[in-house]
């Protein structure tokens, strides 16, 4: 995946579009966030670069519970995309 600023608001667009609320805080998160499940928060370390928020949200997407019929088309291929590269990575290790 791209490094860019569209992409980062994609990753955001898709957790929006299943309910999630993203914060950007400052604090000691060794991951580089912290979810609250309960009130569908994600913060994100607002320290972080574009490279550390896409790669933390990568890292983040597929550990979570997506609704992925509430997504639009877009946002439903940019998820199994994600998906199916988490997979991969797993497969490989």
Partial sequence: MKISQSQLDKLQQLLSESGYIIRYERGTFQSGWCLLEQKKIVVLNKFLDTEGRINTLLDLIPQITIE??????????????????????????
């Fill in 68 to 93: 992925f019929d509430k997504l639009t088309l877009e946002s439903q291929k940019l998820y199994s995309e994600i998906i199916q590269s988490t997979q991969q990575a797993v497969m490989e290790f």
